[in-house]
């Protein structure tokens, strides 16, 4: 794993960039800025500003216009600002001009996820995805990143190539992208035979946008110990265990939360891990349903799975924190009678798009928990006995 020998000296000062793009509808653009609000606190920053620009097309130079790089200029001068990051992925020659404007370190979304990512990444699988990650990311910016990196030392967007360990030459990079992939392929190939000798048992999966409760739910189910905080990314490493329902046995796995603009790099390079949901048998969608976005989450979501050519597994939803939800939505003046209509009314409209496969619970407060296993398991035994028919019984 590329490493530097301290990625944070002290919480950066951060600046926030975002655009709105033609055609989206401006209430989004302050729930985009408060996911990347987040992701920059989960990589350790202090956002203390965001600025946003309407823009028809960005701008080759700077992506944003030059009104707004000025304004962004004058504001961080005199102040501890360290960094810029933009909410959208930006090409190396813009990264470069943008510094020379600004005077400080400057990323997009891409490189903060890559960066929360080297910093979660634990195993030597996930270390080596992450790895490949980055160095298919910066190939192509070669030309402005060295300079940046040489120049701004270490930091958010710099835990990675850079600065005098790693030679800055394009044959090195590919060979570097070249060995990283041999080595995930037998990787790959032992993650498949070990999946393989598992295969006797219905699998399933908990997919789902990042920081919905994953990890939370899958230590209810399965009463382990799997990493769950209340940061994006928590969960990059595949965690599979072995559960018995009623002398029903299956195996459950957590894998990573996808997220809107999850770099197509990171896609690739987990191509192993995403394996696990290729591979299951049902999919268990767990979704934030406190999130004023949750619905354009699970279009994320669905879109994610789509494109690895999931999308026509058996799916539950789960829908999650609904004790957030009723804080979030219900007054305390409420009338009771309206509050249940509402909850119904809820509860009817899931229930009719997902063809009656939902459930509703707070993992937190383990609401409707055994809801939830029930509904899991009539689904494994319905799997089981598609799929051994004359199977009666499960040992």
Not at 236 to 262: A, H, Q
């Amino acid at each position: 794993m590329i490493d530097k020998k301290q990625i944070f000296q002290d919480e950066e000062k951060a600046v926030l960039i975002g655009v709105i793009h033609k055609g989206q509808p401006d209430r989004l653009v302050t729930e985009y800025m408060d996911e990347l609000a987040f992701l920059a606190e989960t990589a350790g920053a202090v956002p203390v500003k965001r600025f946003t620009q309407k823009l028809g097309h960005p701008d080759s130079k700077t992506y944003i216009g030059k009104g707004k790089v000025d304004e962004i200029r004058q504001y961080i001068q005199g102040k501890d600002i360290k960094v810029a990051i933009f909410d959208d992925e930006l090409t190396g020659a813009q990264i470069s001009n943008l510094e020379k404007v600004l005077d400080i370190k400057t990323i997009d979304r891409s490189d903060l996820i890559l960066d929360i990512f080297a910093r979660r990444a634990k195993t030597a699988q996930a270390r080596a995805q992450v790895e490949l990650a980055q160095y298919q990311y910066i190939l192509p910016r070669l030309r402005g990143m060295w300079k940046h990196l040489e120049r701004l030392g270490g930091g958010i967007g710099t835990r990675g190539p850079g600065e005098s360990e790693i030679e800055t030459d394009r044959r090195i990079v590919r060979e570097k992208i070249s060995l990283l992939r041999r080595r995930l392929k037998e990787i790959d190939r032992q993650a498949f035979t070990q999946r393989k000798e598992r295969g006797e048992f219905i699998r399933i999966a908990l997919v789902g946008y990042t920081n919905v409760g994953k990890s939370t739910l899958m230590n209810l189910i399965t009463k382990s110990d799997v990493l769950a905080e209340n940061k994006l990314f928590a969960t990059l490493d595949t965690t599979t265990r072995k559960v018995v329902y009623e002398n029903t046995p299956f195996l459950i796995s957590d894998t990573v939360g996808f997220i809107r603009k999850l770099p197509h790099h990171l896609v690739e390079s987990f191509k192993s891990t995403l394996d696990e949901v290729k591979e299951s048998d049902v999919l268990l969608h767990v979704i934030d349903i406190s999130h004023p976005q949750y619905e354009e989450q699970m279009h994320v979501v669905q879109e994610t799975l789509t494109s690895m050519q999931c999308h026509e597994k058996p799916v539950i939803c789960i829908f999650n924190k609904m004790d957030m939800y009723e804080r979030n939505t219900f007054d305390e003046w409420l009338d009771p009678e309206v509050k249940e209509q509402m909850l119904k009314d809820l509860h009817a409209r899931w229930e009719n798009e997902t063809n009656g496969n939902c459930v509703f619970i707070s993992a937190t407060e383990r609401k409707n928990i055994d809801i939830l296993r029930q509904t899991i398991l009539e689904k494994v035994r319905e799997m089981y006995k598609i799929r051994y028919p004359y199977k009666m019984e499960f040992h």
